[in-house]
Structures are given as structure tokens and as C-alpha cells.
DNA sequence: CGAAATAATTAGCATAGCTAATTAAATGCA
DNA sequence: TGCATTTAATTAGCTATGCTAATTATTTCG
């Protein structure tokens, strides 16, 4: 099977935007004064609701190790609670507190608008064309193969 | 200024895509046994040519102490060399090896193939759509506001 | 009941980010 | 000219985040 030039050409622009795009937002991350992985660990807490460390740590794709001691430090800064599962008293109960759900929806909105701001900039074709892609591509990344 | 509520949407969108993308890629780039922050550098090393540690730094958004760390690492991994810039002794110029350069390459290699892989399960008329997104993001992130 | 399995944690290592302080070299001005 | 300032890079030391191996507590099963 030969292969198609182009196509990796476009999988390696993508790949670059993609790295770019975050790197950009990481700095509005950063002034929430939480770090990446406890952002996103809070955020399957908050969306997700209760949840156990190790399947907390499956969802974000890290080991259990990992995530307890994310866990440590979203507890200390008082955004999740730790509680023991009564029915299986060796598993934790992981929980968002009143401040957890704040905290995130203050940190997506910063992220947002700071993406939107820039996005606003462009043309509306442009910008259709930009929600098409991203329903491309999800639609490529669920996909099996590769 | 009343906020756009589909920009918003939009720009979310964009930030959860971008992050399972790279979440994804992140597997590929593993198995080649050398860090993403190392990855990144070696590439601008290898795509821009040499350059000094400032700039270097600078091209990857990080601290100049932070690139002197990650340079050490490709140092000693044999994939790239400093040296001492003659013009001004006070600069070092980085540079990559042969080894440094293959490296790279088969990096890229594994982790292009597998987007486009995905990429290629795709109707042309989305990868259109795909390739005039990229642009349009590039394009946005480039920009000053925000 | 005791052995094996399971959930979580602890211990210890590497990478990657930061600021502050240091070293070496170049620049600049009295 | 010569000394102060600026600049490039490094060193030192902190935090966060990833890992594996080993420990602890609890449950499950033969």
C-alpha cells in the first residue's frame, strides 16, 4: 500500500497546531494556580461525578500511584473530598466540593474566552470550516484502526 | 460586548479535541524513549537548524534554565551537540546529530501514520475541510488579541 | 480459617516546569 | 582606558507529574 503524501502531511500540521493551541491555553491554566493533570482530573470528578482513585486513574489514562497523589493535592487546595466506600471499605469515594465546581468552571471560561477572542478574529467561512474539522477529526480519532 | 455563546461553544470544542488528539499521540511518541519536551526541541533543532539556547527557549515557550536541561538530556543522548558560538563566546549554538536527525524522523514517522491512519477513513471533502481549518487556527493563534 | 486477589498508598526515581543566584563575556560610557 | 552594566548560559533548589516496586488494608474464595 503506498503512501499518501499529503495525508501525512496534513496529520503532522495537525499534530503542530494541536500542540501550539494547548500550549497557548496552558498560561491561562496556569493562573488558576492548579496544574494540568489536576485541572483534568477535577474535571472528570465534576462532570462525571463520584468516582473511585482507580477509575479515576483510568480515565485520565495514569496510573493509580499518579492519581493519588493528584487526588492529595486537589484535596489540600479543597476541591475534592476523599471518603471511604462503605459497601467495599478498601475502595476511596472521590468527590467534588461546592469550591471544585467553581474552581473548573472559572478555569473553562478563562480558557474559553481567551480561544474565542482569537477565533473571533476570523472570517465566518473560516469558521465553518474550522466546526466541520473538528467533527472530522473527532470522528477520525474514535476510529480503531492505526 | 455580549458574548458569543457558539464562539464559546466552538472554542471548547476545539480545546477537547486538541487534548484527546495529543493524548493519543502521546502513546507513539513514548515507545521512541524520549520525553515530549525533548521531542519538541530536537524537532525545532532539526527543522529550523541551529540556534542558539536563548532562541531555542524561546521557540518552545519555556525558561532558558528549563531548555539548558532539556539540551543536557539530547546531549547526552547523543542527538544533538553544543558548541560555542566564536562570534560571541558568551552563546552556544545547538546543533543536531546525524543521530538526532533519524531520531526525529522515525518519531514522526510512527505518530503521523497513526493520525493518518484515522485521517484516512475520512471523505475528501472533510479533509479539505480539515486542511482550510488548520490554516484558519494557525491563522487565529498567530494573532495578537487575547 | 488462611491464601489469594484487589484498592489504595508509600517510597523512590526521572522528566519538566519555575525563580533566584552565579559565572563568563561583551558593551558602553565617563 | 577601565570599570559598570548588560547579556547568555548555567547552577541550585523548589514543585508537579509520570513511572515501577513494595506495603497495607480489606475482601473473596477454596
Not at 476523599?82 to 467534588?96: F, K, L, M, W, Y
Not at 468552571?105 to 474539522?133: C, D, F, I, T, Y
Amino acid at each position: 500500500m503506498p503512501r499518501d503524501r499529503s495525508l501525512e502531511e496534513l496529520a503532522d500540521r495537525l499534530h503542530s497546531t494541536a500542540i501550539h493551541l494547548l500550549r497557548m491555553v496552558r498560561v491561562r491554566d496556569a493562573e488558576t494556580g492548579i496544574g494540568p493533570a489536576r485541572l483534568s482530573a477535577l474535571s472528570v470528578v465534576v462532570f462525571g461525578g463520584p468516582i473511585s482513585l482507580n477509575d479515576l486513574a483510568r480515565a485520565e489514562q495514569v496510573k493509580p500511584p499518579t492519581m493519588s497523589r493528584i487526588v492529595d493535592g486537589l484535596e489540600e487546595a479543597g476541591l475534592v473530598a476523599r471518603s471511604t466506600n462503605a459497601s467495599d471499605r478498601r475502595g476511596v469515594v472521590i468527590e467534588a466540593t461546592a469550591e471544585g465546581k467553581a474552581m473548573l468552571q472559572e478555569g473553562r471560561r478563562r480558557r474559553v474566552r481567551m480561544l474565542a477572542a482569537r477565533l473571533a478574529q476570523l472570517p465566518k467561512a473560516e469558521l465553518a470550516s474550522v466546526n466541520r474539522a473538528i467533527d472530522a477529526i473527532q470522528k477520525a480519532l474514535a476510529s480503531k484502526s492505526g
